[in-house]
């Protein structure tokens, strides 16, 4: 049974700092691209962050902020999340792919807000 089981989420403060994880089982982890997603209210969903294996990728307004990274030994998938800020609020959902197979995450939301 293929699960992604996400941890880490809760409110944060303007300025402040969360990881979350997303820990996987039922397939092949090392194999899939991992990535992170994240939905706000009223807004598309968008792509955070991806590694495809030993590269990451990151859109424009998390550059420099939010680290994705992956241990293939604990198969999990990781965000670090710092120096956030209020438009960061929405709900992160992690997300493995090998085509043709797509698998996501529970979701979980991250208030910025002080």
């Known amino acids: 049974q293929v699960q992604l089981v996400e941890s880490g989420g809760g409110l944060v403060q303007p300025g402040g700092a969360l990881r979350r994880s997303c820990a996987a089982s039922?397939?092949?982890?090392?194999?899939?691209?991992m990535s992170w997603y994240r939905q706000a209210p009223g807004k598309e969903r968008e792509l955070v962050a991806t590694?495809?294996?030993?590269?990451?990728n990151y859109a424009d307004s998390v550059k420099g902020r939010f680290t994705i990274s992956r241990d293939n030994a604990k198969n999990t998938v990781y965000l670090q999340m710092n120096s956030l800020k209020p438009e960061d609020t929405s709900v992160y959902s992690c997300?493995?792919?090998?085509?043709?197979?797509?698998?996501w995450g529970q979701g979980t939301p991250v208030p910025v807000s002080s």
């Open positions: 039922g397939f092949t982890f090392r194999s899939y691209a």
């Open positions: 997300r493995a792919d090998h085509w043709p197979a797509t698998y």
């Open positions: 590694t495809p294996g030993g590269s990451t």
